[in-house]
């Protein structure tokens, strides 16, 4: 068939395939393998035959008013094939999931990792708030504030009471937008149990958003009876072991070699190391479990961690639970052991990783306070602490347990290189 044939064809197979539409019917072949061998038979919609010479004049009109969509063959059906919806087949969805599995486990620890840095910086912001009110509290009272307050001769009860209130709650009316502050110096001459605000809130009960870091899983309210306190996440720096000694009375916090003391009127110039050189606050964890009341006569400080976990007395869960209280074991800490340190023991069959204190500061007029209280944090490998001139530092877990000894004390007069 020539190439004139073929198009000939073509063009009488689009006409019929409208054929309802435009009035044309049907057509046949003649002498298929002859030259020029399709005539078209075309019968109007009126049932006359249009001749050869009408047929094709009408071609034009008719193939212009409805443009041909599709060919036909001699049944009238048309050429064009559906498109067929394409799809994944197995294989490449398997591959695309294994893809998607790839950069999900390439972007998550970017993206853990850029919402710790986050936290962090947070956390860190905190202890600049913490320190820079601790220097406006020296301003104005011409002094630091004291670890706890102890009249030298109560052991029990509320008696006292009043002047056991943290050096955190004390620095609260100078931290910067904290509107609760003011009330809360109005009633520090109360005991911190039942100290209320205004509208009957305790304030021992309140979530003090600057004393927690953003990494605490912990942050929860802890209800004991009619008592209602909450954690914090910075402690005081109280030296290195021996805290308190209440053979000496009201005195005996003078034994403390840290930034803070029981009774403490420390003033800058006490701090002969120099206050770059000495820690304020460090981070600790809330709800920590702790040993405590072994009351043993004074001891050296341990130097591992399996000999603090060998030390007696009775395992509590509280630990770093009240910020309003001033004990070290509340609002404080020790560097007895290096940040982050593991002290691993039994509490009812189950390992725990603890705190121990000799005895709580104000409970015994003999036995001495003696703390290896950590300081810990979530935060990976790190511990943020704050120093007396208030510059804030990331501080290594690794950091050797003699140099961080050395940044507890004011004036141990230790040669110590420190960033």
Not at 226 to 244: D, I, Q, R
Not at 250 to 256: D, E, I, K, R, T
């Given at each position: 068939m020539s190439c004139f044939d073929f198009m000939h064809k073509k063009v009488i197979q689009m006409v019929c395939a409208r054929r309802n539409r435009s009035g044309f019917k049907y057509f046949r072949e003649t002498a298929p393998n002859q030259h020029r061998s399709v005539e078209p038979i075309a019968v109007s919609l009126d049932g006359d035959i249009l001749s050869d010479a009408i047929w094709w004049s009408k071609l034009p009109a008719r193939l212009a008013e409805e443009p041909a969509v599709g060919l036909a063959d001699e049944s009238g059906r048309s050429d064009r094939r559906p498109s067929t919806p394409s799809a994944f087949t197995l294989v490449e969805l398997l591959v695309v999931i294994a893809i998607i599995g790839t950069l999900i486990g390439l972007l998550l620890p970017a993206v853990q990792g850029a919402r710790e840095s986050a936290r962090r910086m947070s956390c860190q912001n905190n202890l600049r708030q913490l320190t820079l009110a601790l220097h406006i509290y020296e301003s104005t009272n011409r002094r630091f504030p004291p670890s706890f307050g102890w009249d030298g001769v109560s052991t029990a009860g509320a008696a006292g009471a009043a002047l056991n209130w943290s050096a955190q709650a004390r620095l609260l009316p100078f931290v910067e937008?904290?509107?609760?502050?003011?009330?809360?110096?109005?009633?520090?001459?109360?005991?911190?149990?039942?100290?209320?605000?205004?509208?009957?809130?305790?304030?021992?009960?309140?979530?003090?958003?600057?004393?927690?870091?953003?990494?605490?899983?912990?942050?929860?309210?802890?209800?004991?009876?009619?008592?209602?306190?909450?954690?914090?996440?910075?402690?005081?720096?109280?030296?290195?072991?021996?805290?308190?000694?209440?053979?000496?009375?009201?005195?005996?916090?003078?034994?403390?070699?840290?930034?803070?003391?029981?009774?403490?009127?420390?003033?800058?110039?006490?701090?002969?190391?120099?206050?770059?050189?000495?820690?304020?606050?460090?981070?600790v964890r809330a709800w920590t479990y702790y040993v405590r009341e072994s009351g043993m006569a004074f001891t050296a400080a341990p130097t591992d961690t399996t000999s603090v976990a060998a030390l007696g007395g009775t395992a509590k869960n509280t630990g770093h639970t009240e910020w309003s209280d001033g004990r070290t074991h509340q609002t404080g800490f020790t560097s007895a052991l290096p940040p982050n340190s593991r002290v691993v023991k039994s509490i009812d069959g189950v390992d725990r990783d603890i705190d121990w204190t000799n005895m709580r500061e104000g409970k015994s007029l003999t036995a001495p306070t003696l703390a290896a209280v950590t300081s810990r944090s979530y935060h990976p490998g790190s511990v943020n602490a704050s120093r007396m001139d208030g510059s804030v530092h990331n501080v290594s877990e690794s950091i050797q347990s003699d140099i961080w000894k050395a940044l507890s004390t004011r004036a141990g007069g230790e040669t110590i290189e420190v960033d």
């Open positions: 937008d904290l509107v609760v502050g003011a009330e809360i110096q109005h009633q520090l001459q109360k005991d911190y149990h039942t100290a209320i605000l205004t509208d009957g809130t305790l304030i021992s009960s309140l979530r003090i958003q600057v004393l927690l870091c953003p990494s605490e899983i912990n942050a929860v309210l802890r209800i004991d009876g009619t008592e209602k306190h909450f954690p914090l996440n910075y402690g005081v720096n109280m030296g290195a072991w021996y805290v308190l000694d209440p053979k000496s009375g009201a005195s005996g916090g003078s034994v403390g070699d840290g930034a803070f003391q029981v009774n403490g009127k420390l003033t800058s110039g006490k701090f002969s190391d120099g206050m770059t050189k000495t820690l304020a606050f460090s981070e």
